[in-house]
T-cell receptor
Framework: SQQGEEDPQALSIQEGENATMNCSYK?????LQWYRQNSGRGLVHLIL?????REKHSGRLRVTLDTSKKSSSLLITASRAADTASYFC??????????FGKGNQVVVIP | DAMVIQNPRYQVTQFGKPVTLSCSQT?????MYWYQQKSSQAPKLLFH???????NEADTPDNFQSRRPNTSFCFLDIRSPGLGDAAMYLC??????????????FGPGTRLTVT
């Protein structure tokens, strides 16, 4: 079943701007993961945040997790044209089976 | 480099003609997954293997089967492809143990066209 629900669905920004995507889920989780997918390609893991963590950074990425609100956000700072992709959140409910959200299409305009 | 490889990248099959997609990994991960992804949709888990243990999703049609002859290889068999089975098929691998869970590593996908 698809737990994650990203919001907004499509985002168009200028290079150098920040991009924020949100994800909500419905049941308790072990961890939440974000993936990037370039058009017609496989998914690339970006970051994993465990249920006992509130914030995590990786390079220009910042992920927050609020388990009380069952939501997460992904912030990409100082966006680049190469960040143009679809971004998916996925929840792991303790059995390593990921439930993916619908995805956000991000377009970074040079 | 350690990686997940899928062959072929593009597969065209006829309606009703059996087709097999393959996945191999050099990561020595104990879990392998098959996902179906249709255009502009999220990946949908079909089944996964934890070592040799096969785990089917409840809503995966019987038309889809899988084999994992060894740690490195996993196959997706579609016995009688229909037009609705046209999609990108993604293979992924992961380490897993009861104490924790980990990120998944995806192959580039096989795009299946059914004519």
């Amino acid at each position: 079943s698809q737990q994650g629900e990203e919001d907004p669905q499509a985002l168009s920004i200028q290079e150098g701007e920040n991009a924020t995507m949100n994800c909500s889920y419905k049941t308790s989780i072990n961890n939440l993961q974000w993936y990037r997918q370039n058009s017609g390609r496989g998914l690339v893991h970006l970051i994993l945040i465990r249920s006992n963590e509130r914030e995590k950074h990786s390079g220009r990425l910042r992920v927050t997790l609020d388990t009380s609100k069952k939501s997460s956000s992904l912030l990409i700072t100082a966006s680049r044209a190469a960040d143009t992709a679809s971004y998916f959140c996925a929840t792991d409910a303790r059995n390593n089976r990921l439930a993916f959200g619908k995805g956000n299409q991000v377009v970074v305009i040079p | 480099d350690a990686m997940v490889i899928q062959n072929p990248r593009y597969q065209v099959t006829q309606f009703g003609k059996p087709v097999t997609l393959s996945c191999s990994q050099t990561l020595n991960h104990n879990v392998m997954y098959w996902y179906q992804q249709k255009s502009s949709q999220a990946p949908k888990l079909l089944f996964h293997y934890y070592d040799k243990d096969f785990n089917n999703e409840a809503d995966t049609p019987d038309n889809f089967q899988s084999r994992r002859p060894n740690t490195s290889f996993c196959f997706l068999d579609i016995r009688s492809p229909g037009l609705g089975d046209a999609a990108m098929y993604l293979c992924a691998t992961s380490t897993w143990d009861r104490a924790s869970s980990y990120e998944q590593y995806f192959g580039p996908g096989t795009r299946l066209t059914v004519t």
